[in-house]
């Protein structure tokens, strides 16, 4: 149990564009999901907590104009990358709140390879 | 600020020793610490949470610790294999909503 994936795997793009990154959690509800960026050999870095049925909360120095994250049901987060830039590729990851016990730990997707061109 | 350390360089045992990993921190008093596991290229797994009023949690061949006054945590794997190479984050939960800090990790390589 407690599965969440993530699509795309892995996407290029070319700079100026946008795109969009789908988190799911399969087999149970996640009212909380939470976004990640991850680069080369360091750790994840918090982005933005995703509340269903309400607006996201951003970690200080994200901007969440360019960030945009929906969470429209309790199975479903999206994060846009608006007019994406080299400096945005990296590894997003994202996170769903345990379904059982006090939701202290996080199952996370496999992640999206982002690499703009 | 919250700051978590853990050992940047490597780890590099002879399979079957005991592994041990050290994740420290500053500037806080956390609830709970967690450790994760992640092989390249992939997202982070579940391994263990512990509170801050316990002072050790085995699952198997794993168990970690936790020192609230050294400010610091110990994780260690027994009987090591080498499927057990990987980067092992420690993570501490943050001042609400059950966000979790995490450490930059440090990577494990067991020699067959």
């Known amino acids: 149990g407690a599965v969440v994936s993530q699509h795309p795997s892995r996407v290029i793009c070319k700079s100026g564009t946008s795109v969009k990154i789908e988190c799911r959690s399969l087999d149970f509800q996640a009212t909380t999901m939470f976004w990640y960026r991850q680069f080369p050999k360091q750790s994840l870095m918090l982005m933005a907590t995703?509340?269903?049925?309400?607006?996201?909360?951003?970690e200080q120095g994200v901007e969440k104009d360019k960030f945009l994250i929906n969470h429209a049901s309790l199975t479903l987060s999206t994060l846009t990358v608006t007019s994406a830039h080299p400096e945005d590729s990296s590894f997003y990851i994202c996170s769903a709140a345990s379904p059982t016990g006090g939701q202290e730990t996080q199952y996370f997707g496999p992640g999206t390879r982002l690499l703009v061109l | 600020s919250q700051k978590i350390e853990q050992n940047s360089e490597a780890l590099n045992i002879q399979e079957g020793k005991t592994a041990t990993l050290t994740c420290n921190y500053t500037?806080?008093?956390?609830?709970?610490l967690q450790w994760y596991r992640q092989d390249p290229g992939r997202g982070p797994v579940f391994l263990l949470l512990?509170?801050?009023?316990?002072k050790e949690k085995r699952k198997e061949r794993l168990k970690v610790t936790f020192d609230t006054t050294l400010k610091q945590s110990l994780f260690h794997i027994t009987a090591s294999q080498p499927a057990d190479s990987a980067t092992y984050l420690c993570?501490?939960?943050?001042?609400?909503?059950?966000?979790?800090?995490f450490g930059s990790g440090t990577r494990l390589l067991v020699r067959p």
């Open positions: 995703s509340n269903e049925g309400s607006k996201a909360t951003y």
């Open positions: 512990i509170r801050e009023n316990e």
């Open positions: 500037n806080y008093s956390p609830a709970y």
């Open positions: 993570a501490l939960d943050g001042d609400s909503s059950y966000k979790l800090i």
